[in-house]
């Protein structure tokens, strides 16, 4: 690197200037653990961010400047984190947990469909907020809530979509750690397992008139029952996007659609109203 090289502004202060098909391209697909997936320089991570307009959002939301760290210590599990000013837990904005792995989907198999290992990108944990807000009482946190989030869900999904293309994977999956979290995710991702699939959809269908927060909270303190009056704990399941034609006929597939709404159409909960009242007041919960 020139004197002269080290005189231009930093790469993440304005849109890259890079065409969509050159982001995350410039490198082969060397392996390594100090690389983000084992392929991309942290430069070019942040030049695809500032493409994708993540940087200009930031700026719009008084998040600036931004610092950033990857930690490969776990590879190839990797974590990538995004900051406002400092590198300090109360100012993180994005907390991402990814892996590229081989998935073998064990749903498929146990309702008779033959899917082959899936190449796939994993969402292990992903996090993003915005550290600049707080929770009030028209605005309560959902569980796992430490600071409101970042509305940002939809620009993330569209890089790693971008990228998934690129690397040539079959899906992109989550594990959605709550109950609300599926739900959010269900805009975009689908369970693999269509009886998870229909048994979301009817919840959601079900309880329709119950603000989502509600609901949210309703599940996590265990006011949610099944048909036979038992508690209905959440369970983390893989939702996925699919990108290559084997997934997505399996989740076009007749059986998977017959499953999905076969339990969407029957299954019956209920919500103890006494019960979420109760645990809400001891929670400090105002609704």
């Not at 942040?46 to 959002?57: D, G, N």
Request: net charge positive; charged share 30%.
């Amino acid at each position: 690197m020139t004197k002269n090289d080290r005189k231009i502004e930093p790469f993440w202060e304005k849109e890259s200037v890079l065409k969509d098909e050159e982001m995350f391209s410039r490198l082969g697909p060397s392996r390594g653990s100090m690389l983000f997936l084992g392929r991309y320089t942290l430069k070019e991570v942040m030049a695809v961010l500032a493409r994708k307009s993540f940087f200009r959002e930031a700026k719009k939301k008084n998040l600036w400047p931004i610092k950033y760290r990857m930690d490969s210590s776990d590879y190839p599990v990797q974590r990538f984190l995004i900051y406002w000013e400092e590198e300090n837990p109360d100012r993180m904005i994005v907390d991402l947990k990814i892996k590229e792995a081989e998935v073998r989907f064990a749903a498929p198999g146990s309702h008779g469909y033959r899917l082959p290992p899936q190449h796939c990108l994993l969402f292990e944990w992903l996090t993003l907020q915005n550290p600049r807000l707080s929770f009030d009482d028209r605005h309560p946190p959902l569980p796992g809530q430490s600071k409101p989030g970042l509305s940002l869900s939809k620009k993330i999904l569209e890089i790693f979509l971008h990228l998934g293309r690129l690397i040539e994977i079959d899906a992109l999956v989550a594990f959605p750690a709550y109950f609300h979290n599926a739900l959010l995710f269900s805009r975009y991702f689908q369970f693999v397992d269509p009886l998870k699939q229909g048994e979301i959809k009817a919840i959601r269908k079900q309880f329709s008139h119950v603000p989502f927060r509600q609901l949210a909270w309703a599940v996590h303190l265990g006011c949610l029952r099944d048909e036979d009056g038992r508690v209905y704990e959440w369970q983390a399941q893989e939702q996925v996007v699919p990108l290559t034609q084997p997934l997505k006929n399996y989740l076009e597939s007749r059986i998977y659609r017959e499953i999905s709404k076969h339990v969407e159409k029957t299954a019956v909960f209920s919500l103890d109203w006494d019960l979420f009242q109760q645990k809400c007041r001891q929670q400090g919960i105002l609704y």
